[in-house]
Structure formats: C-alpha cells, structure tokens
C-alpha cells in the first residue's frame, strides 16, 4: 500500500491506496485541520501544527505509513519554458535551468532543478517546463517528515502532478482551455493552448461564505482571459474545475457572464475504484497515484545537486599525487587512464559547458548565442564572425537589437538575449514590477517599426520571491 501526502493552507490531506499498472484502488483517506496563517502559499510558517498533524495521522494509522509521497506546491516553485538541447545529461540540464532562475533567485547555486519535456523541435531540441525551487523549502518539508518519523519515498512538485493528469485525457490534446484547482482558499490557473501548458497563476480567495469564495474564481477568470487575447492566443472555449462540490459548478454555471466558454468539473477519480470516499479537494494527493513510478523526483534531483556539487569541489591531492607520480614513472597509460577516469571526464563536461559561451551545432553552425546585456554589441561581433560563410536561412542585425533594447527603455529590465540561428528565434528574459508591464512591452514589440513582421509572443513566466514578475518573449524572425 501507498500513501500520499498533501499539506495545503487549511489541512493535511493522506489518501492511501494500491495501484497495479494503471489500475488505482483508494483504500483510505483522512485528514487534519490547520490554525490559520500556518502555511502560506506553501510556505511553512509554524511547524508545530504541523508536525502535531502528521503525528496524530500516523499514530491512529500506523499501517498507512510504510511508503509515504509528498506532492508540494506554491509560489516558491519558479517555472519557465525552455528550449534546450536534446541529448544534454541530467546534470547539464540543471545547470541551464539553474542560470535561467538565476536573477530570482537568492541561492542559485544550491536550486533543486526539474523538468517535463512538452516537446520536440524539428532541429533536434527540445521544449522544456523548467521548475526550480530553493533547496531550503525542500529541506524544511523533509525535516518535518523526519521529526514526525515519517520516511519519505518520493516528492513531487505539484506542476508536474498536475501535467502529467491533463496529459491522460485524451480530449484535452488538442484544445484550448482553462484549468481551475481550487485548493482550500487557493486557486491555481493554468491556460493551455492545443494541450500546451502556457501560462500559470496562483490566487488567494477571499469571501464571507463558500458561495463568495466560488464566485470569487469567475472574478479572476476575466484576467485571465484578458492576458490570454493579449498574447494571440486561441480564444478560451472551456474551463474546467478541479476541487469544487457539483452544488459549487451549479452555481458557477448559473453565473451568465462568459457565455462564450463551457464550464464543467474534471472527473478525476473516473478510473479508481472505491474514490467516492475522497472529497473534491484532495486532488493534489490523488495526482501523486498517477505518477509513474520511474518518474524522476525531488529526492532525486537533491541527490544530483550533491553530485554537482561533489564535482565542483577541490580534492584531496596529497595521496592521489604521490600516487601518480610513482604511476608516471612506472607507465604513462596508467597516468593516462587516471586522468580520464569518469569522474574527471564530469568535471570536464561539466566545466566546458559552462565555460562555453555558445554551443555550435555539429554541421559548424552557430545555434544559440547567448547575449549578455552590457556587451551586446561586442558579443554580436563575435557572432558574425563565427557565422562565417555558412549558408544561412535566418538574420540577425543590430538594429533588431537595438530595437529591442530600446522598446524596453524604463517598462522592463532585459536580463538577457538568446539567438537561436537554427530556426531564426530570439528569446529575451526580462523582469517587470507587474505582469501588466509586460503585457505593455510585448504589445510595443508588436507595433515596432521594425518587427511588425515578426511574431512576438510570452514563452514563460515565473515570480520571484521579492514580487518581482520574471518572464520571456519569443521574436521569430520570418524567413
């Protein structure tokens, strides 16, 4: 038997159960009250409730304890879309994703990294859901395991819980929808364009009774919706719930004012047996059942962290040298086969990518270059030259650049410029006081004399810890 473990504002929530294959049977679920402001957005702000909650659980199911999962979930988990090579290892992988939340972060270099593929481009990269969070909010959920005697076997970021159940619904591929989780007083929204993930955004609910707090999240739709005519999008036909009483979708569907969209509430026990003892909020502690178990988790990626880690630190040279001293003396192959030992070759991967100020692709042609803002110009320069005479289909001068440094003047701060020479995409990160300034220099792009032929649209957001709005535009340029 399995059990799952969710903590969100109000409650902890345990469903246990078994599961063969993809066959699920809910066994049992319980749960414990919260006081108020003990977390916050999943933040854990006074642990002794807590760990009185999880005690008390186990103590009266001591059987349902044996192999415990945690899914978490909050605005401590940055998220952005990327694009990276396909054939990178895990721990190459984590350090793009580590630079990539490097201005919003006040630890990047100790960022426990993650990914979902979303997919493939046709030159041989891929899109990426990239996710972070700071190693300390992992650790704190793990010690209040450990005091409570709890061993955990995985943790998930709830993102990923989530992706991982909308891509079961085969209806879903190919449309154009929101999805609404209510959990507690805590809504997550996610937009998603032909199945695609493209946008997320948590919200606190407020209302004197549970019909104001139900309504409350028609109130945030309308933004939602605004942002999403603001990037292009397909127009939004469908919102789907998960969290909500069928008395609740009765009255969200009563409500008459976005006629234009269908409203109704994701079935997401259909294939379990015995679910009807779960309530509609425990979803986050169900998705944890529909995690393969191959799946790669947080535990997981702490362990690689400490390997990059291990890698980067200096060793102890003392006893090797006088070894290899008398090995060189006796053979140089054996000098040889020490220095390219396997852990030496990681710390050569590892060091070359890093180092590396642009990656070119096997057939010689330069396909991403990375902009640092302040020598933009000279970094360009180098770019021509290593272009050379390499038959190109895509083209980028200095007066797009500078078009793009000026559009952003005071509204936005450019934290960095990537050209992808391959398929002719210029990905810019940025930050903004307010998701609204850049909605503002997005729409600028789009009017700039100089890219009106271009397509210019959000690729990710995230929010830092300091309120900052972290995002990123993609400018195609046409062929």
Not at 363 to 378: A, V
Not at 467 to 477: L, P, W
């Amino acid at each position: 038997m399995k059990t799952s473990v969710h903590i969100s504002t109000d409650m902890v929530k345990v469903v246990s159960y078994t599961k063969s294959g993809t066959h699920i049977t809910v066994k049992d679920y319980s749960s414990y009250p919260l006081p108020e402001e003990c977390m916050l957005s999943g933040v854990i702000l006074d642990v002794n409730p807590i760990l009185e909650a999880l005690r008390s659980l186990k103590s009266a199911n001591q059987h349902l304890f044996k192999e415990t999962s945690l899914v978490i979930d909050g605005n401590f988990v940055y998220s952005k879309k990327i694009t990276i090579p396909n054939k990178l290892n895990k721990l190459m992988c984590d350090e793009i994703i580590r630079d990539e939340f490097s201005e919003i972060s006040t630890d990047s270099e100790n960022l426990i990294c993650d990914y979902s593929t979303l997919g493939y481009n046709s030159d041989g990269s891929k899109n990426i859901l990239a996710c972070a969070i700071e190693s300390s909010h992992a650790q704190s959920y793990i010690s209040l395991f450990n005091a409570a005697d709890i061993k955990l076997t995985s943790l998930h970021l709830g993102i990923f819980t989530v992706l991982q159940f909308v891509s079961s619904i085969t209806k879903l591929e190919h449309e154009s929808f929101v999805l609404n989780l209510v959990d507690d007083v805590v809504m997550l929204s996610m937009i998603f364009q032909n199945g695609d993930n493209v946008f997320q955004s948590r919200t606190r609910l407020y209302g004197d009774d549970r019909s104001a707090l139900v309504n409350g999240t028609l109130d945030e739709l309308s933004g939602i919706i605004q942002f999403n005519r603001s990037q292009n999008f397909d127009e939004i036909k469908y919102c789907y719930y998960l969290g909500l009483t069928d008395s609740d979708m009765e009255e969200i569907i009563r409500d008459t004012s976005y006629p234009e969209i269908s409203f109704s509430k994701l079935n997401l026990y259909k294939n379990a047996k015995k679910a009807e003892i779960l309530p509609p909020n425990a979803h986050f502690a169900y998705f944890n059942a529909l995690m393969p178990d191959s799946k790669n988790d947080i535990l997981y990626c702490i362990k690689m962290l400490n390997k990059a880690k291990q890698l980067r630190q200096p060793k102890r040279t003392w006893i090797p040298v006088l070894a290899a001293v008398f090995i060189m003396v006796a053979t140089t192959i054996t000098g040889l086969w020490i220095l390219t030992s396997s852990v030496e070759r990681d710390i050569r991967e590892i060091n070359e990518f890093l180092e590396a100020p642009y990656t070119v692709a096997e057939r010689n042609r330069l396909e991403e270059l990375d902009f640092n803002t302040t020598h933009i110009t000279t970094l360009y320069e180098s770019a021509i030259d290593m272009q050379g005479e390499t038959d190109s289909e895509h083209n980028i001068n200095r007066q797009i650049l500078d078009s793009l440094m000026n559009t952003a003047g005071e509204i936005v701060e450019i934290n960095g410029i990537n050209f992808n020479y391959s398929n002719g995409t210029i990905t810019v990160s940025c930050s903004s006081s307010t998701e609204y300034d850049a909605s503002a220099f997005v729409e600028l792009l789009r009017t700039n004399s100089m890219l009106t032929n271009f397509n210019v649209y959000y690729t990710g957001y995230a929010t830092g810890a300091d309120g900052v709005f972290i995002f990123s535009i993609d400018v195609v340029i046409p062929v």
